[in-house]
T-cell receptor
Framework: AQKITQTQPGMFVQEKEAVTLDCTYD???????LFWYKQPSSGEMIFLIY??????QNATEGRYSLNFQKARKSANLVISASQLGDSAMYFC????????????FGSGTRLSIRP | GAVVSQHPSWVICKSGTSVKIECRSL??????MFWYRQFPKQSLMLMAT?????????EQGVEKDKFLINHASLTLSTLTVTSAHPEDSSFYIC?????????????FGPGTRLLVL
């Protein structure tokens, strides 16, 4: 069974609009961490934001925020005021405490920002 | 954020040759390094996890005799693709982290594109 599910293969958004990228996860481990990474066409993986399973508040980093709904097992990424440079692949990822520190990735969402 | 480098960034080789890819953490000591491969338009698939000074742990389905991983120091890990074949052509990305906390950020190298002719 898939541990990380990203149901949006691709999205188009108008510049300056906010966008939400969906991510659901599956784990029975009470301790886990959720990550979002951005991969531009150059291929590098850029860390955006992290949410721990015990964190009480949603994580925020500049224009990025993570809408963490633990009961629903979702960790959506919200990008406010999108910019042309936000066009990239976005991957949701999870690390379980029991998994020897490895991160597993979802299938990704390709975000395209229209000028 | 921390910097992870990979070398080479591009490699083209003939079928049957071996290719070595280096991954270095430039400004931190990496207790754990990871190797991923990514096919076009697909996600990253973890190949193996290595801790400095010990043998790598390979994911199911990854041939350890084909993908040799050495993590000789806290700043260097190498992946050697032995007797490469066209189906090994892929984007190989290494990653490193310095701590063991669940929230410890994992930093990625820029990747190596391998094309086997």
């Amino acid at each position: 069974a898939q541990k990380i599910t990203q149901t949006q293969p691709g999205m188009f958004v108008q510049e300056k609009e906010a966008v939400t990228l969906d991510c659901t996860y599956d784990t029975s481990d009470p301790s886990y961490g959720l990550f979002w990474y951005k991969q531009p066409s150059s291929g590098e993986m850029i860390f955006l934001i992290y949410q721990g399973s015990y964190d009480q508040q949603n994580a925020t980093e500049g224009r990025y925020s993570l809408n963490f709904q633990k009961a629903r097992k979702s960790a959506n990424l919200v990008i406010s005021a999108s910019q042309l440079g936000d066009s990239a692949m976005y991957f949701c990822a999870m690390r379980e405490d029991s998994s020897a520190s490895k991160i597993i990735f979802g299938s990704g969402t390709r975000l395209s920002i229209r000028p | 954020g921390a910097v992870v480098s990979q070398h080479p960034s591009w490699v083209i080789c003939k079928s049957g040759t071996s290719v070595k890819i280096e991954c270095r953490s430039l400004d931190f000591q990496a207790t754990t390094m990871f190797w991923y491969r990514q096919f076009p338009k697909q996600s990253l698939m973890l190949m193996a996890t290595s801790n400095e000074g010990s043998k790598a742990t390979y994911e199911q389905g990854v041939e350890k005799d084909k993908f040799l991983i050495n993590h000789a120091s806290l700043t260097l890990s190498t992946l050697t693709v032995t007797s490469a074949h066209p189906e090994d052509s892929s984007f190989y990305i290494c990653s490193a982290r310095s701590g063991v906390d669940i929230g410890e950020t994992q930093y990625f190298g820029p990747g190596t594109r391998l094309l086997v002719l």
